[in-house]
């Protein structure tokens, strides 16, 4: 029956919540009957009154109170349900405010890392701008330097020219000097060949000296050797014409002594005769060989007085080999000329080969510092521009940073 | 300048040996010692002229004046060991023709024995 109540009545609470507050103030109420009968005395009717009054309240209050529980219930339920629903959309915002609040951390990580890139972007920048201001200054230099480089050209450009003037001119001498070199080494070739001839002579002269004193030597000897022996023969000839002498004298003694004899005598008289001229001739021819050998000791005498003067004929010899050294001398430094004038011929004209090249090369510089120069306009044209650009560079890169700045600020 | 003079025999050949210049000066060495050995009999000569850097015509006629001494004696006067400078002079003056010249003095010595 309860049951049934309480789906009539759609009562959410349990059966023994609902017995508990429909019977709670029932009993509280008869009690209270029961206490009121007790103290007052009343009457059975008034008793039953009483009572029946106190249980139609008590049954009344708990049926509002189950009501009013029920209804209360429902609301705390509700409110719970509402709560719980709540709940559930406050679960939602907090994760709509964790997501927004995970957003705002992103958003504040991505900031920070955006301050953080703006800060490098700055940094960078102001690299930028610094290295722009070096480029600035280099390209500054670098203009200055082109412009030094291109009055440098110019003036080598000049020198050249210049080199080129001494070159034609160093080259025309060259090929006069080396017209006059091949003259002078061919006339020195013609003295050369001439004096290889005179060489031979000088040779033919020493070896004749050498001959001549090698016969004056032995000449020396053979006039010393004949000396030796005309004194030898001298002393011969002096005995011999003692012998002839004596001979003479014993002719004239075996004269008289043949004269004495008379007849007997006269052949041995004519023997003594005989021997007497014999001594007259041997006198004479003594005499004749004295007087020769005397001639030769003069001879031999004027001989060894030429040849005491052998110092001067060595002298003489001295002045011919000293002549002769002298002529050998001048040979040697003769062909000594003639090599250096063939050497120099030839680097003459190795000069002048290297002049015709230089002079090829110097036009060909000549032409290439032309076009250095046009280059070099060029270049300083571009340097400009790039120096224009650069600082426009530097202008702008100081225009991000103050903006970066702002926005980091910001 | 001095000039020195050393002499070697080797078999019945005598090597002098010059050090130093032979010129007008010194060529009287030379000859003095030439004489002296071809007179002592000693007619097969060689002259080491490895350290002597100059010979003048003195020096060359010394040679010459000699040369035909010693080969009336059946010996002769070789050169050796000349220096480029000295030798140019020998073959300008022609003397090559003249006198027998060998680089070495071995090889100078060999020619004596063939």
Not at chain 1, 216 to 223: G, P
Not at chain 2, 78 to 95: P, Q, R, T, Y
Request: aromatic content about 6%.
């Amino acid at each position: 029956m309860v049951h049934k109540l309480k789906n009539f009545f759609k009562i959410n609470l349990s059966v023994n919540e609902t017995y508990f507050l429909f019977l709670s103030p029932s009993i509280l109420l008869i009690l209270t009957a029961f206490f009121i009968v007790l103290i007052i005395p009343l009457s059975l009717l008034q008793m039953i009154i009483i009572f029946l009054l106190c249980t139609s309240i008590g049954a009344l209050s708990g049926s509002f109170l189950v009501y009013f529980v029920d209804r209360y219930t429902k609301k705390e339920i509700s409110g719970i349900k509402n709560f719980i629903e709540n709940r559930k959309d406050y679960n939602s915002y907090l994760t709509a405010l964790n997501e927004v609040a995970g957003l705002l951390k992103d958003y504040e990580t991505k900031k920070n890392e955006e301050i953080k890139n703006l800060k490098n972007i700055i940094e960078k920048t102001d690299l930028i701008r610094k290295k722009a201001e070096t480029i600035d200054e280099n390209k500054e230099i670098l203009f200055k330097e082109i412009k030094l480089l291109k009055d440098n050209t110019k003036e080598n450009y000049e020198n050249l020219k210049k080199i080129m003037t001494i070159t034609n001119h160093v080259t025309g001498v060259l090929d006069m000097m080396a017209s006059d070199i091949k003259g002078i080494s061919e006339k020195i070739n013609k003295l050369v060949n001439a004096a290889k001839t005179g060489s031979k002579a000088t040779g033919s002269e020493i070896q004749a000296i050498g001959n001549i004193k090698n016969a004056v030597m032995e000449s020396a000897d053979v006039i010393t050797r004949l000396e030796e022996t005309s004194k030898e023969i001298k002393k011969l000839v002096s005995t011999i014409a003692e012998i002839t002498k004596k001979t003479n004298l014993l002719s004239l003694n075996a004269g008289i002594e043949a004269a004495r004899a008379g007849e007997a005598g006269r052949s041995f008289a004519v023997v003594a005769q005989e021997i007497r001229m014999l001594a007259e001739t041997a006198t004479k021819a003594t005499a004749e060989m004295t007087d020769f050998l005397t001639k030769t000791e003069q001879l031999t005498k004027q001989a060894i007085n030429v040849i005491s003067k052998q110092s001067k004929i060595e002298e003489a010899i001295k002045v011919v080999y000293n002549a002769s050294d002298t002529f050998l001398n001048i040979v040697q430094t003769l062909s000594e000329i003639s090599n250096l004038l063939s050497d120099l011929f030839v680097k003459i004209n190795e000069n002048k080969i290297d002049g015709d090249l230089l002079k090829t090369l110097s036009i060909k510089i000549k032409n290439k510092l032309e076009n250095t120069i046009v280059n070099m306009d060029n270049m300083s044209e571009k340097v400009r521009s790039e120096k224009d650009i650069t600082k426009k560079i530097i202008s702008e890169v100081k225009e991000v940073n103050l903006e970066s700045e702002k926005t980091i600020l910001h | 300048m001095s000039l020195e003079i050393t002499e070697a025999i080797a078999g019945s050949v005598t090597i002098l040996k010059t050090k130093g210049f032979i010129d007008t000066s010194t060529s009287s060495i030379l000859e003095e010692n030439i004489k002296k050995t071809i007179n002592q009999g000693k007619v097969k000569l060689i002259i080491d002229l490895a350290d002597s850097d100059f010979i003048s015509s003195a020096g060359w006629g010394v040679f010459v004046a000699y040369l035909r001494k010693a080969r009336d004696s059946g010996g002769d006067i070789k050169l050796a060991c000349m220096i480029e400078k000295v030798f140019k002079v020998f073959k300008l003056l022609e003397f090559d023709a003249l006198i027998d010249a060998f680089p070495t003095v071995e090889e100078a010595i060999k020619s004596y024995g063939s």
